[in-house]
T-cell receptor
Framework: ETGVTQSPTHLIKTRGQQVTLRCSSQ?????VSWYQQALGQGPQFIFQ???????GRGNFPPRFSGLQFPNYSSELNVNALELDDSALYLC?????????????FGPGTRLTVL | SQQGEEDPQALSIQEGENATMNCSYK?????LQWYRQNSGRGLVHLIL?????REKHSGRLRVTLDTSKKSSSLLITASRAADTASYFC?????????????FGRGTSLIVHP
């Protein structure tokens, strides 16, 4: 157990809907990153938040957005859901924002878009 | 596109044998990390090796890094059934304080008891 929690565990939505996923960082970690992992693939970096500001973004459209709160917990919002958004969404917290340290991953949220 | 690519895609061995997985990447890195994932769950960090290091050990794990060949290997010695999982390498390609980690597709390891 890493101390990083995510909710919900599983979620089923229909195409066109919006979804919000939540992540609670490990205590003391000020950086959180979000990843999308399709079946049989490695995690794809969506974006990273450091002290409530976006600090790097992968190749994802603007309908993927996020927030980080003063307590360093975070949300991932996806608008206008598409079938290809079905995946495991992982968040990871860390002490460093430059990738020089270990990331602690949560168990993930499994999103299915019908 | 994925910078890190693991090889082989799948590996099946008997308990007690050693397992070797390789990772190749394309651009310069600051460090390379190996992670393990059990059956669609969260990833667990195994080891981080910096670009100026050539080898690192952690318990039964041995990681090497060859920056001239842009490759790394993960060796698990005396494997156990509990080592069955997917293993990923991750490289960082960010600069100036930003961090853009890139994971490969992973190696699926099955250790038969």
């Amino acid at each position: 157990e890493t101390g990083v929690t995510q909710s919900p565990t599983h979620l089923i939505k229909t195409r066109g809907q919006q979804v919000t996923l939540r992540c609670s960082s490990q205590s003391g970690h000020n950086t959180v990153s979000w990843y999308q992992q399709a079946l049989g693939q490695g995690p794809q970096f969506i974006f990273q938040y450091y002290r409530e500001e976006e600090n790097g973004r992968g190749n994802f459209p603007p309908r993927f957005s996020g927030l980080q709160f003063p307590n360093y917990s975070s949300e991932l919002n996806v608008n206008a859901l598409e079938l290809d958004d079905s995946a495991l969404y992982l968040c990871a917290s860390s002490l460093s924002r430059d990738g020089r340290g270990e990331q602690f991953f949560g168990p993930g949220t499994r999103l299915t878009v019908l | 596109s994925q910078q890190g690519e693991e090889d082989p895609q799948a590996l099946s061995i008997q308990e007690g044998e050693n397992a070797t997985m390789n990772c190749s990447y394309k651009t310069s890195i600051n460090n390379l990390q190996w992670y393990r994932q059990n059956s669609g769950r969260g990833l667990v960090h195994l080891i981080l090796i910096r670009s100026n290091e050539r080898e690192k050990h952690s318990g039964r794990l041995r990681v090497t890094l060859d920056t001239s060949k842009k490759s790394s290997s993960l060796l698990i010695t005396a494997s156990r059934a509990a080592d069955t999982a997917s293993y990923f390498c991750a490289t960082d390609a960010g600069a100036g304080g930003s961090y853009i980690p890139t994971f490969g597709r992973g190696t699926s390891l099955i250790v038969h008891p």
